[in-house]
């Protein structure tokens, strides 16, 4: 599974203006809820939800809010940049700057995973991160992540 197969260019956000977590999450919602016609607030209410279950922050500058939604089509991803940082709540206490939301139908258990995982990986690498974060624009960005994907 490669993260391109979910993540469209159009649903990079390469500067988030939210100030706290729940703005930034109604702000990755936004395009998926307008390419796939699927209720933003629905999206929305389910990474919230997560959100109260503990932070997805994993550190090192990067979340990954997730979810499942019933009906969906199949795995939706945005990824959105945030020049300042947030408070996510992240497990190192540290500001969040890499946002990766990730909705998975109900049912898919495993996708669901493996999708995490794989995502996991590649934002472990501290030069991946620094080279998103430095990143001219959303176009940049999406082919960061592209020829990241393609390493693994």
Do not use: C, W
């Not at 979810?67 to 945030?82: C, E, M, N, Q, Y």
């Not at 495993?110 to 690498?125: C, E, N, P, T």
């Amino acid at each position: 599974m490669k993260i391109v197969e979910f993540l469209r260019p159009e649903a990079v956000l390469a500067s988030l203006s939210g100030q706290t977590a729940p703005s930034v999450l109604a702000e990755l919602r936004r395009p998926l809820a307008a390419a796939h016609r699927v209720d933003g607030q629905r999206l929305l209410d389910t990474l919230l939800e997560r959100e109260k279950l503990g932070s997805t922050g994993i550190g090192e500058g990067v979340a990954i809010p997730h979810g499942k939604v019933a009906g969906l089509p199949g795995l939706l991803a945005s990824f959105g940049r945030h020049a300042q940082g947030v408070d996510f709540r992240a497990i190192d206490g540290k500001p969040t700057f890499l946002f990766f939301a990730l909705f998975a139908p109900e049912n898919s258990a495993g996708a669901h995973l493996k999708a995490l995982a794989r995502i996991s990986r590649i934002f472990k690498s501290a030069t991946f991160r620094e080279a998103i974060l430095h990143a001219a624009d959303a176009g940049e960005i999406y082919r960061l992540i592209e020829a990241e994907d393609g390493k693994y």
